[in-house]
């Protein structure tokens, strides 16, 4: 099955990357800037966005959690528009913690429902990483409504630019 052998093939590839890493005190940093004690799977599941709930757990979610059992350390990257995918990837119990990219040019934004999932991943024991554009309002509800343990943020305002005609 294909699906097997890129998961072989990405397993073999991470731990090749994982011995060329080099260590930041006595552990490593994640593509996503986030420190590990130990080797860390940065892991992306960007394509399953086109995928039905169903269809991700029936058919590649297997492959995922044999990925992630792989490394004592996993991150796993997701799309805001993949957020139908959640429930599945919160019951990965060898996954550390979810990053949650927001697609905010792609879905109206919903900051009740975003703070809802957000909420869901740290019930379900993972460290959260959200990274996207916010407001300075957006990021302050998630600080506030959000358990700082185990919580990152990556953020950036939307900055105001001038179109010139002449």
Same mark, same amino acid.
């Given at each position: 099955?294909?699906?097997?052998?890129?998961?072989?093939?990405?397993? !073999? /590839? *991470?731990?090749?990357?994982?011995?060329?890493?080099?260590?930041?005190?006595?552990?490593? /940093? $994640?593509?996503?800037?986030?420190?590990?004690?130990? %080797?860390?799977?940065?892991?992306?599941?960007?394509?399953? $966005?086109? =995928?039905? *709930? *169903?269809?991700?757990?029936?058919? =590649?979610?297997?492959?995922?959690?044999? !990925?992630?059992?792989?490394?004592? =350390?996993?991150?796993?990257?997701?799309?805001?528009?993949?957020?139908?995918?959640? #429930?599945?990837?919160? #019951?990965? #119990?060898?996954?550390?913690?979810?990053?949650?990219?927001?697609?905010?040019?792609?879905? %109206?934004?919903?900051? %009740? *429902?975003?703070?809802?999932? =957000?909420?869901?991943?740290?019930?379900?024991?993972? $460290?959260? @990483?959200?990274?996207?554009?916010?407001?300075?309002?957006?990021?302050?509800?998630?600080? &506030?409504?959000?358990?700082? !343990?185990?919580? !990152?943020? &990556?953020?950036? #305002?939307? $900055?105001?630019?001038? /179109? @010139?005609?002449?």
């Amino acid at each position: 099955m294909l699906a097997q052998r890129m998961t072989d093939l990405h397993m !073999a /590839v *991470a731990r090749w990357e994982q011995m060329r890493r080099p260590l930041w005190q006595d552990g490593v /940093v $994640s593509c996503w800037k986030l420190f590990a004690p130990g %080797p860390v799977l940065d892991y992306q599941i960007d394509a399953s $966005s086109l =995928f039905s *709930a *169903a269809t991700y757990r029936e058919h =590649f979610s297997r492959f995922d959690r044999r !990925a992630l059992e792989a490394f004592p =350390f996993t991150l796993i990257h997701l799309h805001s528009v993949g957020l139908q995918h959640l #429930e599945t990837v919160c #019951e990965l #119990e060898v996954l550390n913690t979810i990053e949650i990219s927001l697609d905010r040019e792609a879905i %109206p934004w919903d900051l %009740p *429902a975003m703070l809802s999932h =957000f909420r869901h991943i740290q019930e379900s024991g993972k $460290s959260l @990483l959200i990274s996207g554009e916010l407001s300075a309002k957006d990021y302050q509800v998630f600080v &506030e409504k959000l358990n700082p !343990a185990g919580l !990152a943020i &990556e953020y950036w #305002e939307k $900055s105001m630019t001038q /179109v @010139l005609t002449i």
